[in-house]
């Protein structure tokens, strides 16, 4: 950790600012007060009074100080910046961000750790959260991604249960727990794709400047004309990539456990913006009946070579926030906040992820979060009024619809670009962890990964899977042989050679 940075000298710029300037000490109720260091008792030993608004003003504040943090994804680091159209593909989609090239957007950016809380170390071995709030002339956008292009699972209706598995052990209370990790995940093969990408050098970067970003879920597209497309959304990082060895994430956790919240914070104050370039894949739906895989499996990519990246633009990171409780904490991601020319695809985690985001901001923020100013769009139209920190009146609008007194009315652009979902079948639940769970991940190991990449993939794996019982880890390597045989061979020797649990195929 350098000794003075950016991120160090914050209190030093600001008594710099303010000169010889001093505000006088207010209430919240911005009445001045005449004394901050001392409680009103009677007498130097005497009980403090109740008339001691000033001391209860302060104490009631305190107490409500923090808000329940994020279930998943607590710790994180914020920006904002612009995106720039770079590329036209209004073929594809009538969304106004898309417009026309050069049209810039404001937007912000939350970079994440899934698993840990709010205190947790930042180069931990994780996926890390990267999501986008487009503030868009059609409202806000949120593409809500990670910087992997896979997930664990494919039905959100296991969501709660992966979480679990990652957070703390309610019994013990201890994080990782071993056991309840891996064996849920041998438990469900769909997770092999993405357990493959966590232990891999990927698992833990170097910086979150340094990490690409992707959608992971399939969207739908819709053009001026109403046809749709399928699209995933990539957005690569400008400043390459780089990673840490597990050694030394472990390292920089004990010297530096806020090192990536750190190294974007000074990289924006002193002016060295990152910037990454966006892309989409696109299928149309034509195309999706003739696939060997589900398009809309999220532990699945679409094939480069068969859906090659289109370029659509660009984005800039270029000012820190000035209060990350306000501007970060309080930033509310809803996979549900879409703009005409952008649907949600028949993709099963996307669709829960669609009601869980607003559902959880309710519980997080309150009813009217996004009326915060980090949250809010442009423009509020509708009939929703009051609540818990309203901050809006809408003008002395009509509340109800629909009314003769020119209140809002719906929009037929948006109209027309909702497209009809042709919908059949029959409702059932469908359990599709024996959908096809290692073509791509034995892709991913034998074509893609380098041998020494796969060296380092077999060492973490076994950092963590040497400490599951014996017949998880042995239920776990039988998985990856049928990743690859050799590989799981090599991944039980390793374990078998240290003083862990014997394993036997
Ligand atoms: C059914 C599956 C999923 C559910 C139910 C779910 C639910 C949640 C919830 C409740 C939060 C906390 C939000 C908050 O308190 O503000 C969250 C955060 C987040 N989720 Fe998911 N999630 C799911 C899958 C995914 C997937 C597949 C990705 C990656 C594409 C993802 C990326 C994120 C990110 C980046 C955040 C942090 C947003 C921020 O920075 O505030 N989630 N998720």
Redesign the pocket.
């Known amino acids: 950790m350098p000794l003075r940075d950016a991120s160090s000298n914050q209190l030093l710029d600001y008594s710099r600012k303010q000169g010889d300037q001093r505000e006088s000490i207010t209430t919240s109720g911005g009445n001045p007060v005449p004394e901050k260091d001392a409680s009103l008792t009677v007498g130097y030993h005497g009980p403090i009074l109740l008339q001691d608004w000033v001391l209860i003003d302060e104490l009631a504040h305190f107490s409500r100080e923090r808000i329940p943090e994020?279930?998943?994804?607590a710790k994180?680091a914020g920006a904002f910046g612009y995106f720039e159209v770079t590329h036209d593909i209004t073929k594809y989609t009538a969304a106004k961000v898309f417009s026309e090239i050069g049209k810039k957007t404001p937007i912000v950016v939350?970079?994440?750790q899934?698993a840990g809380e709010m205190g947790s170390a930042d180069t931990l071995r994780d996926f890390r959260?990267?999501?986008l709030k487009f503030y868009t002339e059609d409202g806000i956008w949120d593409l809500?991604?990670?910087n992997f292009p896979v997930?664990f699972i494919r039905d959100?209706a296991l969501?709660p249960n992966f979480i679990h598995v990652l957070k703390r052990n309610p019994s013990t209370h201890i994080r990782p727990d071993y056991d309840m990790f891996w064996d849920f995940i041998s438990l469900r093969e769909e997770s092999m794709h993405a357990v493959l990408m966590m232990f891999a050098d990927r698992g833990i970067p170097a910086s979150y400047r340094q990490m690409h970003g992707?959608?992971?879920?399939t969207f739908a597209f819709v053009n001026n004309q109403g046809k749709f497309f399928y699209c995933k959304f990539h957005y690569l990082t400008d400043q390459g990539i780089a990673n840490l060895t597990s050694d030394l994430g472990n390292k920089i956790n004990g010297t530096d456990p806020d090192y990536l919240i750190r190294d974007l914070y000074n990289a924006i104050e002193t002016g060295n913006y990152p910037s990454w370039t966006m892309y989409v894949q696109i299928m149309t739906p034509e195309q999706v009946s003739k696939l060997s895989y589900d398009p809309f499996d999220?532990s699945k990519v679409w094939l480069h070579a068969e859906f090659p990246l289109i370029p659509i633009g660009r984005f800039v990171l270029n000012k820190n926030p000035k209060s990350y409780f306000a501007e970060v904490e309080q930033?509310?991601?809803d996979v549900a906040h879409l703009i005409p020319g952008i649907e949600p695809s028949p993709d099963r985690?996307l669709q829960?992820?669609l009601f869980?985001?607003g559902d959880?901001?309710r519980y997080?923020l309150g009813i009217n979060n996004t009326q915060l100013p980090v949250n809010s769009p442009f423009r509020v139209n509708n009939y929703q009024r009051d609540g818990q920190g309203a901050l809006q009146s809408q003008n002395g609008a009509p509340v109800y619809h629909p009314n003769s007194f020119k209140g809002p009315e719906e929009e037929s652009r948006a109209k027309a670009l909702s497209p009809i979902w042709p919908l059949v079948g029959d409702a059932q639940r469908i359990d599709s962890g024996h959908d096809d769970n290692y073509t791509q991940a034995r892709l991913l190991y034998k074509r893609v990964l380098k041998p020494a990449e796969r060296g380092r993939l077999v060492d973490n794996i076994v950092s963590w899977l040497k400490n599951a019982n014996g017949v998880i880890q042995e239920r776990q390597i039988a998985n990856f042989a049928k990743v690859d045989e050799d590989f799981a061979k090599r991944i039980k020797e390793e374990i078998n050679a240290g003083s862990h649990p014997q394993v036997n195929l």
Do not use: W
């Open positions: 994020r279930v998943v994804h994180g939350r970079f994440s899934v959260g990267f999501a809500v991604g990670n997930f959100c969501f992707y959608g992971v879920n999220d930033l509310a991601f985690m829960g992820r869980n985001y959880t901001h997080r």
